[in-house]
């Protein structure tokens, strides 16, 4: 016999359930989309962030920010102190500019555990953040473990830059609850979260992404499932022609970031930009972009492979196009 959860599929049914209670109470559809995404995202309290570098650190740093119970996990313990270390300094550079206090500090702090397993880090997840590392192999295995080792309510989100997120819903049983939740970096600072439908994603998914998303005073646009989504088609292929204009001695660093800069109102330039995202990340999607629309515009300049070959990857590194 088919009971509840299988036939309504798990949260599903109680978003149904919110539903029909609201329609009852207030019988006014308008009233009806504020009412459901606050019931809805009231019962996800405990988020797991998977990877803890650049985005992974923000991430967490943003939610427990909001309120919201975080589990911090990455297989490196070495990212981990250093992730807590960069939390503390953040919150530090907020409390400089009035926007939080001391309390909010310690409370922020007090909120973020961290793991370097993953089944012990999502074993009480109600939705996660996938950020670890730009690769598809290790995207695809890590949402086929997060399917095995999360309750079945858990939406499972990837903040990958480009990769598809149709492609890694297949790597899981539950392709309905699994989204691109893009966020910017740095991750506390940036407004933009870019919500990505996958080809299955259900609507009750994007509904709560859309108004977890608000919660944390961010703003949501969403984007179909195609390469690079919008913000990484439109944003690489200008720092790959900045590396070109490198590369070819059009002009040196300073001078090509110094143009984008004061002539067309960027607050930083595309090099330093690029430093700041990471040259293996921006390496990554430009392979992503190339491959995906077999469109020779979106092939990496040579300088930004041997740059990643030879370790320099920007501010993480210590080295990219600057130093640091
Ligand atoms: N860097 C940016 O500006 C930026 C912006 C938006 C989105 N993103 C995306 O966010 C994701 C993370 O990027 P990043 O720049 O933070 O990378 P990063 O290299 O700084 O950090 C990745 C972390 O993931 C960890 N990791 C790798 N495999 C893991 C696994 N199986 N389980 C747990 N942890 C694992 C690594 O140890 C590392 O600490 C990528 O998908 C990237 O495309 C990056």
Not at 21 to 39: H, T
Not at 206 to 211: E, K, V
Not at 232 to 242: H, K, V, Y
């Amino acid at each position: 016999m088919m009971n509840a959860h299988s036939a309504f599929g798990g949260w599903a049914f109680f978003l149904h359930l919110a539903r029909v209670l609201c329609c009852i109470g207030y019988g006014n559809s308008c009233r009806f989309v504020m009412f459901v995404p606050y019931q809805y995202n009231s019962i996800m309290r405990h988020i797991s962030i998977i990877g803890s570098g650049t985005m992974g650190n923000g991430i967490a740093h943003t939610f427990a920010q909001f309120g919201f119970d975080v589990s911090l996990v990455d297989i490196n313990p070495d990212a981990l102190s250093k992730a807590l270390l960069t939390i503390a300094d953040n919150l530090d550079r907020q409390i400089k500019k009035g926007t939080i206090t001391d309390s909010d500090k310690l409370h922020t702090l007090g909120r973020i555990a961290t793991y370097s397993s993953v089944a012990d880090g999502v074993k009480a997840a109600d939705f996660v953040v996938e950020a670890a590392t730009e690769n598809e192999a290790v995207k695809l295995g890590l949402f086929a473990e997060l399917d095995r080792l999360c309750p079945a309510h858990t939406i499972l989100a990837s903040n990958t830059s480009s990769i598809s997120i149709t492609k890694i819903a297949s790597a899981t049983s539950r392709p309905d609850k699994v989204i691109g939740m893009h966020f910017m970096n740095p991750v506390p600072v940036m407004k933009l979260v870019e919500v990505i439908k996958g080809y299955a994603t259900s609507v009750d998914t994007i509904t709560t992404i859309i108004a977890l998303s608000k919660q944390l005073d961010k703003v949501p646009v969403e984007s179909n499932d195609y390469p690079g989504f919008v913000a990484n088609r439109i944003l690489m292929p200008m720092i790959n022609e900045a590396i070109y204009a490198l590369y070819e001695g059009v002009a040196d660093a300073e001078a090509i970031d110094t143009v984008m800069k004061l002539g067309m109102a960027h607050p930083m330039g595309p090099l330093q930009l690029a430093d700041f995202i990471g040259l293996d990340v921006c390496l990554s999607i430009l392979r992503v972009l190339h491959s995906g629309f077999g469109n020779p515009k979106y092939a990496p300049c040579p300088l930004l492979v041997n740059m990643v070959a030879a370790g320099k990857l920007g501010r993480k590194s210590g080295q990219g196009f600057y130093r640091y």
